[in-house]
């Protein structure tokens, strides 16, 4: 009888230290997530839901997430990278939302192979549409917008460009909406909380665009570039910009051209050359995708 209980108790103890890992890869960056609370495993599949993949193959980081009991705090969480504790916090939206941010940022570090652009991108028929603008443009709810007319979205945020083929490669995360587009989005049908993690005490929803079809574009031929101008005193309009003109715009919107330098003005110019310039100014998104549809 006591040969019996101690294998229970074992077998429950096993039960409690199990190790969940789970493995990414974007492009050549490969990372993984690990850790024992099936919780945080389900949230953590919230963040890059199309670029899991099976087996134990090496990792670049390995990002551990623990969670422990504190008898002033109550439950503590902690993120360690590579085994060394990076960010403690007693509240679970914000474990989630800082992880997210170490990962893109790591990730980008690693992706130096590419030419980094703070855009949107979205594709249809073979056209590839990019979408640079300021931080509050719009680009998330536009792409979505997109999404919603048969486009198939790159990205929301962050695209990847090759310095030799000029070849657009996708940075398919979840998207991150805040507070007061949350409802917009959701009452324009655009979202579903349903389909995503909301972090109520931060106000923000990460959002997998991308739910019904998985992701299978690798890479495509850019063919417009629409620097994007919301504003609701704006009217309406699209139209055409010099090549010249992109290229500043491309400037101002690059992660990583002092990596570059002259380099990287050469491979801007590579890619206006290759695709129609717009300039987009509008007051409701509506407009803005039929006006897009059109290019």
């Known amino acids: 009888m006591d040969v019996v209980v101690a294998i229970l108790k074992e077998l429950r103890r096993m039960r409690l230290t199990r190790m969940y890992l789970l493995n990414y890869k974007l492009q050549s960056h490969r990372f993984s997530i690990q850790t024992g609370n099936r919780k945080l495993v389900d949230l953590c599949s919230q963040l890059y839901p199309n670029l899991r993949y099976k087996g134990n193959g090496h990792a670049d980081i390995i990002y551990s997430l623990k969670m422990r009991n504190d008898s002033v705090t109550g439950k503590v969480y902690e993120i360690l990278v590579d085994g060394k504790k990076k960010h403690q ?58 999404t919603k007319c048969g486009y198939r979205c790159l990205s929301d945020d962050i695209i990847l460009i090759d310095p030799k083929s000029i070849m657009v490669f996708p940075f398919p995360r979840s998207f991150l909406i805040k507070n007061g587009a949350i409802k917009k989005l959701t009452k324009s049908n655009l979202i579903d909380k349903k389909n995503g993690y909301y972090c109520r005490s931060e106000d923000i929803l990460y959002f997998n665009p991308n739910i019904k079809n998985k992701y299978s574009i690798r890479k495509t031929r850019p063919y417009a570039i629409v620097e994007l101008h919301h504003n609701r005193r704006f009217k309406n309009e699209l139209k055409p910009i010099s090549k010249s003109q992109m290229c500043i715009t491309l400037l101002k919107q690059s992660f990583n051209i002092h990596n570059y330098k002259q380099k990287g003005v050469a491979i801007l110019t590579k890619l206006v050359k290759k695709s129609k310039c717009y300039s987009l100014r509008t007051n409701n998104v509506e407009s803005a995708v039929k006006l897009i549809s059109q290019i």
């Open 89 to 146: 916090t007693s509240r679970k939206s914000e474990l989630f939302s800082h992880l997210e941010w170490m990962i893109t940022c790591n990730t980008l570090s690693h992706l130096q192979e590419f030419f980094q652009l703070h855009a949107g991108a979205v594709v249809k028929d073979g056209k590839t549409i990019l979408l640079p603008a300021e931080h509050g443009y719009g680009k998330t709810t536009l792409t979505l917008s997109l």
